[in-house]
């Protein structure tokens, strides 16, 4: 399994930036997956998830109504766009996959990322 993510670079505040990561080895549409950022001196922190099959997302506090993830299955690419960038927005990006299963009626993400991209720098000035 590969994740590799592009589509970071310098951006005024305001500005946006639409991230890529681009899955080899494993199906986009059959698992979970998200985004995480750490800023030099802190924690990573989990930016925006979606769910395997149908999709529903969800978002940290701090990017609610900026920032919307979204899969091309047909890519096999998760995307990450960034609307109104802030400079507390600047951090290293990057992506992660949960393996998920079907119960037969619902998708389930397993608890723990499994996979991660090396990731891709956002610096908003």
């Known amino acids: 399994v590969q994740l590799v993510e592009s589509g970071g670079g310098s951006v005024q505040a305001g500005g946006s930036l639409r991230l890529s990561c681009t899955a080899s080895g494993l199906a986009t549409s059959n698992n979970c997956m998200g985004w995480f950022r750490q800023a030099p001196g802190k924690e990573r922190e989990g930016v925006a998830a979606?769910?395997?099959?149908?999709?529903?997302?969800v978002y940290a506090d701090s990017v609610k109504g900026r920032f919307t993830i979204s899969r091309d299955n047909a890519k096999n690419t998760l995307y990450l766009q960034m609307d109104s960038l802030k400079p507390e927005d600047t951090a290293m990006y990057y992506c992660?996959?949960?393996?998920?299963?079907?119960?037969?009626?619902?998708?389930?993400?397993?608890?723990?990322?499994?996979?991660w991209g090396q990731g891709t720098q956002v610096t908003v000035s």
């Open positions: 992660a996959v949960k393996e998920a299963y079907y119960s037969g009626r619902y998708w389930h993400c397993s608890p723990e990322y499994k996979y």
């Open positions: 979606i769910k395997a099959g149908g999709g529903s997302t």
